[in-house]
DNA sequence: TACACCGGCCTTTTT
DNA sequence: GGCCGGTGTA
């Protein structure tokens, strides 16, 4: 048992305590994944058949990655009959074998959040009520909250205090929404993320036989990222694990970050209460990162009233300050990025995968990719618009769903008249009515359309389109009882026009498109190739699409990952660790996003994400933020994320001049910045702080009511008359945002021009005269 | 029936 | 800036 050398007490504890409750508080880079691990190796070798050990994850990242881990450890054959997976894949495997119990077939479609909310929309429609008070997402996340409470449609109408609330909230007919949606997804034999899970539940509450099934088959359960769990995950395990009690959970309520998606972090304050024998195992040291990092990241957490005490330490080097760079635009903040990444790799000899670029939204990964491919920096973008979510990609894969699934109406209304084969709205509303009036699926009319002809009142032209469409689906169906996925779906993209289609469109994004469908069909070739190499893999159409249904990030992972900066979000860097760290746009509003900033609880949760960021890190950080951004079609100011000023400023260096210096060290002793009216304005903040130029150049006055001189002087620690303008100066313009002077020219009051680089709209020659320029 | 155009809306994070 | 839904036109 050479692995157990090398762990520190707490650690060794974890992994050798394998009967019984045991909750294990990891804070972050204190060796979570290979505690995880090693635990699961050591129940191996102790004689415990790994078909006994079930293990949840949060992302298929992680549990990919652990997996790989244990088979070094145990030997393939023996992680292979591990059951190790996220929730939702777990238990959709679970309910493709039991759903028949709760009237699913086992193939039915798993909806992704687009399918859901259409699905929704037509509902809405339908009822023919406001689709303005009603709207799908609001409604949906409503939907969630109560799928993941397990408040079914039943016990919604016994609820007569939810019924209040919506109907409080002018929502009177969510119920019936509600109804509408889940006989809707039933009907089409689909589940949305959340019935994964509901109907787990449901399967093991109502049908005792199949819960004594699981409950001997998993008696080792392990769950990672415990403080992420929400209400219907934990019932799931509570249920599963109730007979042996075998349970290890894991988890750093620190890092708790999915509360929008229903997390309880009062899971693991209380698991304790759950099992009150528990064990409880605390790992504090961290030995991923540097001393400053970990302390930095320790200061900002303790902002936070909600938390477990605990005590976080490095023995590693102290390590360098984190470093602040503060820009004018978003390009230019990915500018200073990848010229940074660049710099290293040469003088650091470090590795293009050493870096790792961290940011709030996806939104903000195009500035960085067209940085780093400007430098040629080899890059790689996690998550995001995933590939399985872009339309093209959809319909295509909208025409395998109706093959494994007839009854899948979103797919069906996806595709029947995409590429435009003539059967418009009408003939489908139409084909709709009738079918339900008949109480059968669309599918079913489609299957017998001579028979039902007469009564659906459509001409003959339209009765021939409909039939050559459900022919040729017909087609695709027999040729996959022979063929493989990707000589099916090679077909499909070509007999059902969509390539044609998609060639027509000769512009850059239409090649894209047609690009994209070669992408998706290599992965299938990909896919199969791999299915056959697994011993007992499932090549299969339905296999297909289930690893992607569940997976926003398998996409071409196929591709190496070696030596590439990854960019993703920091919700996906949980669990990754990366020597260099940029966590950029730092910036009020975007971290802590405006959606966020509400309340305490949300507050909260976005310094636990910004904890999260920071201890991504094992050597060095780079914050970043930008005075102006381009968003939402438009420059936006902006000013630094409060989350800067709770560092204590000797963790922090400020890259670039001297007024910044001010601002780190003002904000690092109090916490004006919190303060709706500041004593002093901050010169970074409100445009009327700006310094213009009117006196001097004879520049009309602009419009805009200006704050006396006195403003500009605090503005301007150097003293310097506000008037003039300098080569060098950074300044704003009505239009084109903020720039830098580059040149100026003549020496006529009146007319002297300059030469200004401006950060999203690049170099423009100006008149001083006409120009509004602010000096920043 | 198909498509172009316009206007309003929003936009956090993931399974 | 991009998406969606509605509307007007060929």
């Known amino acids: 048992m050479d692995y157990l050398k090398g762990l520190n007490e707490p650690q060794f504890e974890a992994v050798t305590t394998l009967e019984g409750p045991l909750m294990v508080l990891a804070g972050a880079g204190s060796g979570k994944t290979r505690v995880l691990t090693m635990r699961i190796a050591h129940l191996i070798t102790n004689g415990i058949d790994p078909f006994n050990i079930l293990a949840l994850t949060f992302t298929n990242k992680a549990a990919k990655e652990m997996k790989e881990r244990i088979a070094k ?32 077939p086992s193939n039915f479609t798993i909806y992704d959040t687009q399918d859901a909310l259409n699905v929704l929309k037509k509902v809405i429609k339908d009822l023919g009520i406001d689709a303005e008070i009603y709207k799908a997402k609001k409604v949906m996340s409503r939907i969630s909250q109560y799928k993941n409470n397990l408040i079914t449609v039943n016990a919604y109408f016994n609820n007569p205090e939810l019924m209040e609330a919506d109907e409080r909230a002018n929502m009177k007919h969510m119920g019936e929404v509600y109804r509408k949606y889940v006989e809707a997804c039933f ?3 689909a589940m949305d993320f959340d019935d994964l899970l509901l109907k787990t539940n449901e399967l093991l509450t109502r049908f005792p036989e199949v819960l004594a099934k699981y409950q001997d088959r998993f008696r080792y359960i392990l769950v990672d990222e415990y403080q992420d769990t929400n209400h219907s995950q934990y019932l799931i395990v509570k249920a599963l694990a109730s007979k042996f009690e075998n349970i290890c959970v894991v988890g750093d309520d620190a890092q708790s970050i999915y509360s929008f998606r229903g997390a309880n972090i009062y899971n693991i304050l209380n698991f304790k209460k759950d099992y009150p024998d528990a064990v409880t195992v605390s790992l504090e040291q961290n030995y991923r990162s540097t001393q400053n990092i970990v302390d930095a990241a320790n200061v900002v957490i303790s902002k936070n009233l909600q938390q477990f005490k605990k005590n976080v330490f490095s023995e590693n080097e102290v390590g360098e300050k984190i470093k602040i760079y503060r820009s004018l635009s978003d390009a230019d903040e990915a500018n200073f990025v990848s010229a940074n990444i660049y710099e290293l790799h040469n003088t650091q000899q470090r590795h293009f995968s050493d870096f790792a670029i961290l940011y709030r939204t996806n939104s903000q990964t195009r500035a960085f990719e067209d940085a780093l491919r400007k430098k040629n920096i080899p890059y790689k973008v996690y998550g995001g618009l995933s590939f399985y979510q872009r339309k093209e990609v959809k319909d295509l894969l909208a025409y395998l769903r109706i093959l494994v699934n007839e009854n899948d109406s979103e797919a069906l209304s996806r595709i029947i008249n995409y590429p435009a084969r003539g059967i418009g709205e009408t003939t489908q509303n139409k084909l709709v009515v009738f079918a339900d009036s008949q109480n059968l699926s669309v599918s079913q009319v489609l299957d017998n359309l001579g028979f039902y002809a007469p009564q ?19 087609a695709f169906q027999v040729m996959l009882k022979t063929d493989n996925v990707y000589d099916v779906a090679m077909e499909v993209a070509k007999r059902s026009g969509l390539i044609k289609f998609l060639k027509e469109d000769a512009t850059p994004e239409g090649i894209s498109r047609v690009e994209n469908i070669q992408e998706l069909l290599n992965s299938m070739q990909g896919f199969i190739d791999e299915q056959i190499q697994i011993e007992d893999g499932d090549p299969s159409l339905s296999n297909f699409m289930e690893n992607i249904a569940l997976s926003a990030d398998t996409q071409t992972d196929k591709d190496d990952d070696t030596n590439k900066v990854s960019l993703m979000t920091i919700h996906l860097s949980k669990g990754l660790e990366f020597p260099i760290v940029h966590l950029v746009g730092l910036e009020e509003n975007l971290f802590p996003s405006f959606m966020s ?8 949760e976005e310094r636990r994400l910004f904890y999260v960021a920071l201890t991504r890190a094992e050597k060095q950080v780079f914050f970043s933020y930008a005075v102006s951004r381009f968003q939402w079609g438009k420059i936006t100011d902006a000013e630094p994320s409060r989350f800067l000023s709770e560092i204590d400023s000797h963790y922090l260096e400020m890259i670039n001049p001297v007024a910044e210096l001010k601002f780190i060290n003002r904000s690092g002793l109090d916490s004006s910045i919190f303060d709706e009216t500041p004593s002093e304005p901050r010169f970074y903040k409100k445009k009327e702080e700006k310094k213009t130029l009117e006196r001097n150049t004879n520049v009309p006055p602009p419009k805009k009511t200006l704050k006396p001189v006195a403003t500009a002087r605090i503005i301007n620690p150097a003293g310097q008359s506000s008037q003039d303008i300098e080569v060098g100066d950074m300044v704003r313009h009505d239009r084109f945002g903020v720039g830098k002077v580059e040149f100026l020219d003549g020496t006529d009051p009146q007319n002297i021009k300059a030469k200004v680089i401006f950060a999203n709209e690049g170099e423009k020659n100006l008149i001083l005269k006409f120009a509004k320029l602010t000096k920043i």
Do not use: C, P, Q
């Open 597 to 604: 900033s509400a309340t305490r609880e949300d507050l909260e």
């Open 187 to 189: 009907k089409n034999g």
């Open 456 to 474: 659906l009142g459509l001409n003959n032209g339209i009765l021939t389109k409909l039939g050559d469409f459900w022919a040729m689906i017909k």
């Open 73 to 104: 450890l145990v030997g393939d054959s023996n992680a292979r009959s591990l059951w190790m997976g996220t929730f939702h894949s777990v238990f959709a495997r679970i309910l493709r074998i039991e759903g028949h119990y709760l009237g699913y």
